[in-house]
């Protein structure tokens, strides 16, 4: 069926660097996007949203890129703190809307 | 900042007994959804509510699971009775409006261990 998914399931990346994490949909019909941030023990926190009829959308340290043609969605997130270690979740409406379909996520470790 | 208010923060319980999980969305949010986490996995819609009517229950087991939200602002979920694959976090979110492009905010979620 359709599904929302992740390229990679772990990430390290260096303190200061920068991070991009992927996400790829199947569903077409799809016309919102929201990535959220998980920490252990926590429940899922919004970082930022995208609507289908833009590409590109930036927040504070954080950008997210979707790509209609190929379906795809990224996360960047700029000079990457230890904070931001955690599980990062892209997710999208269903068919029927209102309820968001969430992928597998992608594991964010900053190392010093 | 306002937060959804869900406990008890962690159940453990033994297998075929009944468990239920209580969920306070933010003030004045009209919607509020059930999602089940397995380990490892991203959130999975059990139910969802506008005000006190259920309008999406297409995912929940509706033969041990039950859940009610009836003067449409805090809510309960039932699971009884519990099975060794009911283990996991379940996690309250409410979003002010039913609209597709709202925000849905979580709660931390309720931990159930079933033994």
């Known amino acids: 069926g359709e599904s929302v998914g992740l390229h990679l399931p772990t990430l390290s990346v260096q303190e200061g660097d920068n991070s991009i994490i992927n996400c790829a949909y199947s569903?077409?019909?799809?016309?919102?996007f929201i990535w959220y941030k998980q920490e252990s023990g926590k429940g899922p926190q919004f970082i930022i949203d995208i609507r289908s009829n833009m590409d590109k959308r930036q927040g504070q340290r954080v950008t997210v890129l979707l790509n209609k043609t190929v379906k795809h969605l990224s996360l960047q997130i700029a000079a990457t703190q230890p904070g931001d270690s955690a599980v990062y979740f892209c997710?999208?409406?269903?068919?029927?809307?209102?309820?968001?379909?969430f992928g597998k996520g992608t594991s964010l470790l900053v190392t010093p | 900042e306002a937060e959804v208010a869900q406990s008890p923060r962690y159940k453990i319980t033994e297998k075929s007994q009944a468990v239920a999980f209580w969920c306070d969305p933010i003030s004045g949010h009209a919607t509020l959804y059930w999602y089940r986490q397995i380990l490892g996995q991203g959130p999975e819609l059990l139910v969802q509510f506008q005000d006190e009517s259920v309008v999406d229950d297409s995912q929940l087991p509706k033969d041990r699971f039950s859940a009610e939200r009836l003067k449409g602002v805090d809510s309960t979920l039932k699971i009884q009775p519990a099975e060794l694959g009911d283990s996991a976090m379940y996690l309250c979110?409410?979003?002010?409006?039913?609209?597709?492009?709202?925000?849905?905010?979580f709660g931390a979620g309720t931990r159930l261990s079933v033994l």
């Open positions: 997710a999208e409406t269903k068919n029927s809307g209102y309820a968001l379909n």
């Open positions: 569903n077409s019909a799809s016309d919102y």
């Open positions: 979110a409410s979003s002010p409006k039913r609209e597709i492009k709202n925000i849905q905010y």
